[in-house]
């Protein structure tokens, strides 16, 4: 286990519905991370703005998206994770890749689909949540509006030493400045509720249906304070999460231990 997991967050303006600029926008930003970090984290649908327009830019999972993740995770011998438009058995998926250096791939479909956008009309949402490892640390990563419901980010845990459970919940977003207040404070509440790191990485910038992101993006403790935050300019913000803090916040204030038992129907 490595006590500090060291996260690079790529908090940027997209050029609406261009999967081809994108990704040279997103590879300079990359390119310019100067330090050893563990993990890379991009904008929910990196490759064109929150669009409906899956029938136009779905890629294969194995398309040029996929390789430009995998190109990048292998070049700077990190995982990297973002989602983009993947059509699959002629379903379109709003999924996240989560890439690392080897090559090897995890993916998690957003569940919870953005009504006000007619999102669930479009994509089909996904069955499951994920915890992927990374250096001794268990991740969850979700999109955007699943932040909204605290049963599906709801972590489990059943003893001393959190098995089975996640150490970070990670959100990545197109999630609008006229709604900011319910992102930062849902993320803070995520984290208190679950004893667990919360990070959010949101876009900043104006998109193609004149919806303005402030970005916002935040990083919060297990007791809910404040790590980082920032909004509006384009910046990749780079943060360090503690292990061993996690730990010790876990076990003195075990809050844990009188949570109610719950399971999907």
């Known amino acids: 286990m490595e006590p500090v997991l060291r996260i690079a967050l790529i908090q940027t303006s997209l ?15 990359i390119n310019a991370i100067n330090q050893a970090v563990d993990l890379i984290v991009l904008p929910e649908m990196f490759t064109t703005g929150f669009t409906m ?5 779905a890629e294969e999972i194995s ?4 390789e430009f993740l995998k190109k990048w995770a292998k ?29 090897a791939y995890s993916f998690y479909d957003k569940q919870h ?12 949402n996904g069955a499951q949540k994920i915890i992927v490892q990374l250096k001794g640390w268990n991740i969850c990563p979700m999109i955007c509006y699943d932040l909204r419901f605290p049963v599906w980010c709801r972590n489990s845990v059943g003893n001393e030493s959190y098995r089975g459970a996640y150490d970070v919940l ?16 849902l993320l803070q509440a995520r984290a208190i509720e679950n004893q ?16 303005y992101h402030s970005g916002d993006s935040s990083v919060f403790g297990a007791l809910g304070e404040t790590i980082c935050q920032e909004a509006h300019e384009e910046k990749t ?6 292990k061993e803090e996690l730990i010790k916040t876990r076990r003195t204030y075990a809050f844990w231990k009188d949570a109610d038992g719950f399971e999907f129907c």
């Open 15 to 29: 050029i609406w519905e261009d999967p081809s600029q994108n990704r040279m926008l997103i590879a300079e930003k």
């Open 53 to 57: 327009q899956a029938k136009k830019f």
């Open 63 to 66: 398309g040029e998206t996929f």
């Open 75 to 103: 070049e700077k011998d990190s995982v990297i994770c973002g989602s983009f438009i993947v059509k699959e058995n002629e379903h379109y998926y709003n999924r996240l890749i989560w890439m690392e250096p080897s090559g």
């Open 113 to 124: 689909l953005f009504r006000l956008s007619n999102e669930h009309l479009t994509y089909t």
């Open 170 to 185: 990670l959100f990545v977003a197109n999630w609008p400045e006229r709604r900011a207040l319910a992102w930062k404070t």
């Open 196 to 211: 667990s790191y919360v990070v959010g990485l949101n876009r900043v910038g104006m998109d193609g249906n004149a919806i």
């Open 237 to 242: 913000i780079l943060v360090e999460l503690n």
